[in-house]
């Protein structure tokens, strides 16, 4: 007699940076979670974890992207995680998922919002998405709205600069001021041993970061 093979799983564990001390948030808590609901089922798993990469879409997350390829050549049947945001919380993303998970072949299913795509409940996927979308979007108004009337009341923002490191910083900016590309900068420093803030090296982005602060913008007179 023909014994039809067992559903295999993908169990997707995300955390961004900021969510590693959340409750509920980290990869433990998330892996333990989907393995109970993938025994429950009585699935075959694997669990696939992607620390730092932010949800905002799918973007430069190469688990995940490696996941879906497994789906898609049907060495795995189901693409599983807690919640629509630890996916993406970008709704033409997760429209995209569908569309792709309904021609390849492939549930999802997303065990704290009890949502699965094996059985019904495609359209509460995309309410889920199109909420989880609206809330990202609101707390960044928010959050942009509240930085402007803090700003307004004479506030500034930023990690306070020691005064050590304040020649150091005057120098970046004058070498900006000079025209040099942020890269040349970097090197440089590093070829003098100069160390950042934080006593590491110095890259483009360290030096973009410097002129972009609200200390930079205290010190453009210089």
Sequence with gaps: MYTWPMTHAILYCRVSTD?????GASLDSQEKALMLEALRRGYEFTVVREEG???KNIEGRDKLVEALELLDKHKADVLMAVRLDRLSRSVSDVSALMGRSKKKGWGIILSGEKIDTTAVGKLNTHVQAAVSEYERDMIGLRTKEGMAQKKAEGQTFGRVVDTSFLPTYKRVLRMVKAGQSYNSIAKELN?????TAKGKSWYA??????????TAKALANI
Excluded: L
Aim: hydrophobic share 30%; net charge neutral; no cysteine.
């Design 19 to 23: 969510e590693q001390v959340e409750t």
């Design 53 to 55: 990469k932010s949800g």
């Design 191 to 195: 070829a003098k041993s100069i160390p």
């Design 205 to 214: 982005s360290t030096v973009k970061a410097i002129v972009g602060s609200e």
